[in-house]
């Protein structure tokens, strides 16, 4: 079979080799949105060649339509798009009530684009130029991460600790009550916790259960994550997750509550 040329890399990864990525045995769809129709074209033909089912927009205003449309499984999007800013097309998408994962493709590379593409709803941000076989293989991992439980089969749809509830079914999460509005990725990482509540988890931990990579080592990124979730659990009521220098996060109550 002929190479797919990996973008803006020099290097070639051939069908072969993707091929033998397993495939599902549904067909999933992929919707990739990026103004540049040669990066739309080959994403598109290796995802197809791996047997997803592709469309394609080049605009947040199409991407927004073909969400609608299409119902992707997964979206790839890039942030720098001539409309709408991905990130505004991400946010966009979430308040919808889709919960479809999305990556991030761009040359955006700073840890504060990072930062604010996970904040607003994204499950992943690869930066460019990329290969086309680690774009595959996370696409890959997320799908099959977003299809199964992580944890286990034992895991019960209602997480509970104290007066906060994590419901899994409904998507929804309360403290004392009230109704705690979270992205993907901070409802993620607080189900995270509430399952190991009582547990000190490193970043390293979070980074690999929550995201399913390392980032590069980067802990910025949960520093972040776990700051701004603080902000919307810890309001209602006594902190419960609580920093262990050096080492990690842990939910527990406050120590005069233990």
């Given at each position: 079979?002929?190479?797919?040329?990996?973008?803006?890399?020099?290097?070639?990864?051939?069908?072969?080799?993707?091929?033998?990525?397993?495939?599902?045995?549904?067909?999933?769809?992929?919707?990739?949105?990026?103004?540049?129709?040669?990066?739309?074209?080959?994403?598109?033909?290796?995802?197809?060649?791996?047997?997803?089912?592709?469309?394609?927009?080049?605009?947040?205003?199409?991407?927004?339509?073909?969400?609608?449309?299409?119902?992707?499984?997964?979206?790839?999007?890039?942030?720098?798009?001539?409309?709408?800013?991905?990130?505004?097309?991400?946010?966009?998408?979430?308040?919808?009530?889709?919960?479809?994962?999305?990556?991030?493709?761009?040359?955006?590379?700073?840890?504060?684009?990072?930062?604010?593409?996970?904040?607003?709803?994204?499950?992943?941000?690869?930066?460019?130029?990329?290969?086309?076989e680690e774009v595959v293989?996370?696409?890959?991992?997320?799908?099959?991460?977003?299809?199964?439980?992580?944890?286990?089969?034992?895991?019960?749809?209602?997480?509970?600790?104290?007066?906060?509830?994590?419901?899994?079914?409904?998507?929804?999460?309360?403290?004392?009550?009230?109704?705690?509005?979270?992205?993907?990725?901070?409802?993620?990482?607080?189900?995270?916790?509430?399952?190991?509540?009582?547990?000190?988890?490193?970043?390293?931990?979070?980074?690999?259960?929550?995201?399913?990579?390392?980032?590069?080592?980067?802990?910025?990124?949960?520093?972040?994550?776990?700051?701004?979730?603080?902000?919307?659990?810890?309001?209602?009521g006594p902190a419960l997750?609580?920093?262990?220098?050096?080492?990690?996060?842990?939910?527990?109550?406050?120590?005069?509550?233990?």
């Amino acid at each position: 079979m002929q190479s797919e040329t990996n973008w803006a890399a020099g290097t070639t990864v051939s069908a072969p080799a993707v091929d033998q990525m397993a495939t599902s045995a549904r067909v999933e769809r992929v919707l990739v949105v990026d103004d540049e129709p040669n990066i739309c074209a080959l994403l598109a033909a290796t995802l197809r060649l791996v047997e997803f089912d592709v469309r394609v927009a080049g605009t947040g205003t199409d991407a927004l339509a073909e969400v609608e449309d299409f119902d992707p499984d997964l979206i790839v999007l890039d942030v720098m798009l001539p409309d709408l800013d991905g990130f505004e097309v991400a946010q966009r998408i979430r308040a919808r009530g889709r919960h479809m994962p999305i990556i991030f493709l761009t040359a955006r590379d700073a840890v504060e684009d990072r930062i604010s593409g996970l904040t607003v709803g994204g499950d992943d941000y690869v930066t460019k130029p990329f290969s086309l076989e680690e774009v595959v293989l996370r696409i890959r991992a997320i799908l099959r991460r977003s299809r199964t439980d992580p944890e286990g089969p034992g895991i019960k749809p209602l997480l509970t600790f104290a007066d906060l509830e994590l419901d899994e079914a409904a998507h929804e999460v309360r403290r004392a009550g009230r109704q705690v509005d979270l992205s993907p990725t901070e409802f993620k990482l607080l189900r995270y916790l509430l399952i190991n509540a009582g547990r000190v988890v490193s970043k390293a931990q979070i980074l690999d259960r929550v995201w399913n990579y390392d980032f590069d080592g980067d802990g910025r990124i949960v520093e972040s994550y776990v700051y701004y979730l603080r902000r919307k659990i810890d309001r209602h009521g006594p902190a419960l997750i609580h920093t262990v220098r050096g080492v990690g996060y842990t939910l527990r109550l406050p120590r005069e509550e233990v």
